[in-house]
């Protein structure tokens, strides 16, 4: 083939890729501009009951969500008898001057995706699924017909402004009244399975997808009514397993406000909304493919073959996780900024909330929670280098497990995720070796204290289990704080 007739050759194909490629664009492009519908429901903590717009800015990580989101249309209807109506489309702020999910779950999702967002929320406190949300025959506050109500006229309008839309997701959060009711607690699973299919019928979107959110765990009620939300969840996650288009949502690991009133015995407060709304993007952002994905793992593994090996296992609640220790604030103060920085001279694995987020390999130390920062990146800093015993030029490694309801025992099974990452983890095996851990099931005590028995320490009842990590010993005895 000649020079010419090879540049034609090779001309022709790029129009033939280009014709295909093009119209491909054009439809993405096209998608792009279709406005995305989110409805909000449930009751108080889908509200935002006992949030307040000034604490906002106190949280660096949502400092200015108290301000409009003018990009982000906004319709509403939330309470019971005095109910707070948009009557229409408005733009995207606080309502009532308290905080709810969507304030958040709008940033984050907007800066993930190029479409524009739109947020339908009807939510009233203290109402039920069997009763007040019941498709067939609601009662009480009457909450399905009055949602139904509002999705439809807000949608109306939309069409009548020639606005290309889809509802794209239906976030949920309610139960709390359920469980105190002897018929709705037991049926709650069926009645949601009722639920989630009527929508889908009604608003004729078969596929709508539904995030079903867990009830707040660890408040008072969260801690002393149990096996009543262990009976809500159950109902739940046995929609979500059995159901491609829903999914669990889980909440275990935000902060909540410990004091202040009777309604922060089961209310999340300003920093569980917002970090409740984030719960929501990441839950749709990753089943759209959007979520972020952070590789953190070790490149070099920082142990010499056949080098002693400290490993210290941290433990415990809400303080172990780092709740309100912010990353942003380290960098105010004088000498912590370096702990903003990877340590890859340790080894560090994690399991936080209960297993909401974790390590999937060994990572090197550092901030690794979802906006906040745990004790261990100060501990290490504090303790490498220093003498650790036995072995005083020994390497060091961590375990964290860390969960806000972190319970030794409890009722009606509800307490399964608490402590099974650390049993998980010195059952299963450990690195560099095959096989369990030599003493397998009963080589540990749990020493607790109080009614709940929270755990204070794990330590060996007689000897700590031997293991190599890379054909590294390991001490004697694990430090646990």
Same mark, same amino acid.
């Given at each position: 083939?000649?020079?010419?007739?090879?540049r034609?050759?090779?001309?022709?194909?790029?129009?033939?890729v280009?014709?295909?490629?093009?119209?491909?664009?054009?439809?993405?492009?096209?998608? /792009?501009?279709?406005?995305r519908? *989110?409805?909000?429901?449930?009751?108080?903590?889908?509200?935002?009951?006992?949030?307040?717009?000034?604490?906002?800015?106190?949280?660096? $990580? *949502?400092?200015?969500?108290?301000?409009? #989101?003018?990009?982000?249309?906004?319709?509403?209807?939330?309470?019971?008898?005095?109910?707070?109506?948009s009557?229409?489309?408005?733009?995207?702020?606080?309502?009532n001057?308290?905080v709810?999910?969507?304030l958040?779950?709008?940033?984050?999702?907007?800066?993930?995706?190029?479409?524009?967002?739109?947020i339908?929320?009807?939510a009233?406190?203290?109402? &039920?699924?069997?009763?007040?949300?019941?498709?067939?025959?609601?009662?009480?506050?009457?909450?399905?017909?009055l949602?139904?109500?509002?999705?439809?006229?807000?949608?109306?309008?939309?069409?009548?402004?020639?606005?290309?839309? %889809?509802?794209?997701?239906f976030?949920?959060h309610?139960g709390?009244?359920?469980m *105190?009711?002897?018929?709705?607690?037991?049926?709650?699973?069926?009645?949601?399975k009722?639920?989630?299919?009527?929508?889908?019928?009604?608003?004729e979107?078969?596929?709508?997808?539904?995030?079903?959110?867990e009830?707040?765990?660890k408040?008072?009620?969260?801690?002393?009514?149990?096996?009543?939300?262990y009976?809500?969840?159950?109902g739940?996650?046995?929609?979500?397993?059995?159901? $491609?288009?829903?999914?669990?949502?889980?909440?275990?690991?935000?902060?909540?406000?410990?004091?202040?009133?009777?309604?922060?015995h089961?209310?999340?407060?300003?920093?569980g909304?917002?970090?409740?709304?984030?719960?929501?993007?990441t839950?749709?952002?990753?089943?759209?493919?959007?979520?972020?994905v952070?590789? %953190?793992?070790?490149?070099?593994?920082?142990?010499? #073959?056949g080098?002693?090996?400290?490993l210290?296992?941290?433990?415990?609640?809400?303080?172990?996780?780092?709740?309100?220790?912010?990353? #942003?604030?380290?960098?105010?103060?004088?000498?912590?900024?370096?702990?903003l920085? /990877?340590?890859?001279?340790?080894a560090?694995?994690?399991?936080?909330?209960g297993?909401?987020k974790?390590?999937?390999?060994?990572?090197?130390?550092?901030?690794?929670?979802?906006?906040?920062?745990?004790?261990?990146?100060? *501990?290490?800093?504090?303790i490498?280098?220093?003498?650790?015993?036995?072995?005083? &030029?020994?390497?060091? &490694?961590? #375990?964290?497990?860390?969960?806000?309801?972190?319970?030794?025992?409890?009722?009606c099974?509800?307490?399964?995720?608490?402590l099974s990452?650390? %049993?998980?983890?010195?059952?299963?095996?450990?690195?560099?070796?095959?096989?369990?851990?030599?003493?397998?099931?009963?080589?540990?005590?749990f020493?607790?204290?109080?009614r709940k028995?929270?755990?204070?320490?794990?330590v060996?009842?007689?000897?700590?289990?031997?293991?190599?990590? &890379?054909?590294c010993?390991m001490?004697?005895r694990?430090?646990?704080?």
């Amino acid at each position: 083939m000649t020079t010419k007739n090879s540049r034609t050759h090779f001309l022709i194909i790029i129009l033939l890729v280009c014709g295909i490629v093009a119209p491909l664009n054009a439809e993405e492009s096209e998608d /792009d501009k279709t406005l995305r519908v *989110f409805i909000f429901a449930g009751q108080s903590n889908m509200v935002g009951s006992d949030s307040k717009v000034k604490d906002i800015d106190r949280f660096p $990580p *949502f400092v200015g969500l108290g301000d409009v #989101q003018e990009d982000v249309k906004f319709s509403y209807s939330i309470g019971r008898e005095n109910k707070m109506e948009s009557k229409g489309w408005v733009t995207l702020q606080p309502v009532n001057n308290i905080v709810g999910p969507e304030l958040s779950f709008a940033r984050d999702v907007c800066q993930k995706i190029k479409a524009p967002i739109a947020i339908i929320k009807c939510a009233a406190g203290g109402t &039920h699924l069997g009763g007040d949300w019941n498709p067939d025959d609601p009662s009480g506050f009457k909450m399905y017909p009055l949602a139904l109500g509002l999705i439809q006229s807000s949608l109306a309008e939309l069409d009548r402004q020639k606005i290309k839309y %889809r509802i794209e997701g239906f976030m949920w959060h309610q139960g709390e009244n359920d469980m *105190f009711n002897k018929d709705y607690m037991p049926n709650y699973g069926k009645n949601l399975k009722n639920f989630v299919a009527k929508w889908r019928r009604d608003l004729e979107t078969p596929e709508l997808r539904f995030y079903i959110g867990e009830l707040c765990t660890k408040t008072i009620w969260g801690m002393d009514l149990r096996p009543r939300m262990y009976a809500i969840s159950r109902g739940q996650k046995g929609v979500t397993e059995s159901d $491609p288009l829903s999914q669990y949502v889980p909440t275990s690991h935000v902060g909540v406000e410990i004091d202040g009133g009777v309604g922060l015995h089961y209310h999340y407060g300003t920093l569980g909304q917002l970090q409740h709304g984030v719960n929501y993007a990441t839950a749709y952002l990753r089943s759209i493919g959007k979520a972020s994905v952070e590789s %953190r793992q070790l490149k070099d593994w920082p142990y010499k #073959q056949g080098s002693s090996v400290k490993l210290f296992v941290l433990a415990g609640h809400r303080n172990m996780e780092g709740e309100r220790a912010f990353i #942003q604030e380290l960098k105010t103060l004088p000498g912590r900024g370096a702990l903003l920085h /990877d340590n890859s001279r340790i080894a560090y694995k994690y399991s936080l909330g209960g297993g909401y987020k974790t390590s999937d390999s060994w990572e090197p130390l550092g901030p690794a929670g979802y906006y906040d920062f745990r004790p261990g990146t100060q *501990f290490w800093a504090d303790i490498a280098g220093q003498d650790l015993g036995q072995h005083r &030029h020994c390497e060091v &490694h961590t #375990q964290r497990f860390a969960d806000q309801r972190l319970d030794t025992a409890g009722e009606c099974g509800g307490v399964a995720e608490h402590l099974s990452p650390v %049993r998980r983890f010195y059952q299963g095996g450990h690195p560099g070796t095959q096989g369990p851990w030599p003493t397998g099931r009963t080589g540990w005590s749990f020493l607790s204290s109080g009614r709940k028995r929270h755990v204070d320490a794990i330590v060996p009842k007689k000897r700590a289990p031997m293991a190599t990590v &890379h054909d590294c010993p390991m001490p004697k005895r694990l430090a646990v704080t």
